[in-house]
T-cell receptor, first 120, second 111 residues
Framework: GAVVSQHPSWVICKSGTSVKIECRSL??????MFWYRQFPKQSLMLMAT?????????EQGVEKDKFLINHASLTLSTLTVTSAHPEDSSFYIC????????????????FGPGTRLTVL | RKEVEQDPGPFNVPEGATVAFNCTYS??????FFWYRQDCRKEPKLLMS???SGNEDGRFTAQLNRASQYISLLIRDSKLSDSATYLC????????????FGTGTRLKVLA
């Protein structure tokens, strides 16, 4: 159980275009999803926490108007990178938390396979 | 000071060796602790949760010392397939729940 999917797995786009990444929890309902970004040889950095039915909470330094997050249902969150530029090229990973998991499973996040974005 | 710190490595060890990774965290109110494994260009995968009493899963042993704010991971009888980056993760509930990742420790097991 606790499977999270992401789509697309990779995308190449021209500078100035917008890219949408989808994150789905396949076998559980996730009231909270998380979006991370990982640059080469660095660790994952949390960008924002996505709450179903409400506005996302962005980490310091992350532009909310550039990285639009929508969490319209309990199984889907989307991240849109607007007017992408080469410096936005990165590995974007989402995760979800299963609020009904028992014990420490309640604190565990399940990760999607990631989306590799390359902006030319 | 980073909230979660790890030695980035790389640790180059021969097959069969025992290797230990350490991780320190700064927030004494941290709640849960995990070790994740990340292969190149892949998402992190949970290796094991870490409990105060210590826990073992096959060749892997994790320890937590809350007083020293220190987490460790021991890998015995290293295999080539253990080569990866090992990420220490701490959860915080100050404000909202979230994961704080360490920088990761790279392990290379050599034949």
């Amino acid at each position: 159980g606790a499977v999270v999917s992401q789509h697309p797995s990779w995308v190449i786009c021209k500078s100035g275009t917008s890219v949408k990444i989808e994150c789905r929890s396949l076998d559980f309902q996730a009231t909270t999803m998380f979006w991370y970004r990982q640059f080469p040889k660095q660790s994952l950095m949390l960008m924002a926490t996505s709450n179903e039915g409400s506005k996302a909470t962005y980490e310091q330094g992350v532009e909310k108007d550039k990285f639009l997050i929508n969490h319209a249902s309990l199984t889907l969150s989307t991240l849109t990178v607007t007017s992408a530029h080469p410096e936005d090229s990165s590995f974007y990973i989402c995760s979800a938390r299963d609020p009904l998991a028992r014990g420490t499973g309640n604190n565990e996040q399940f990760f999607g396979p990631g989306t590799r974005l390359t902006v030319l | 000071r980073k909230e979660v710190e790890q030695d980035p490595g790389p640790f180059n060890v021969p097959e069969g060796a025992t290797v230990a990774f350490n991780c320190t965290y700064s927030n004494s109110a941290s709640q849960s602790f995990f070790w994740y494994r990340q292969d190149c260009r892949k998402e992190p995968k949970l290796l094991m949760s870490v409990y105060s009493s210590g826990n073992e899963d096959g060749r892997f042993t994790a320890q937590l010392n809350r007083a020293s704010q220190y987490i460790s991971l021991l890998i015995r009888d290293s295999k080539l397939s253990d080569s990866a980056t090992y990420l220490c993760v701490v959860t915080t509930v100050s404000g909202t729940y979230k994961y704080i990742f360490g920088t990761g420790t790279r392990l290379k097991v050599l034949a």
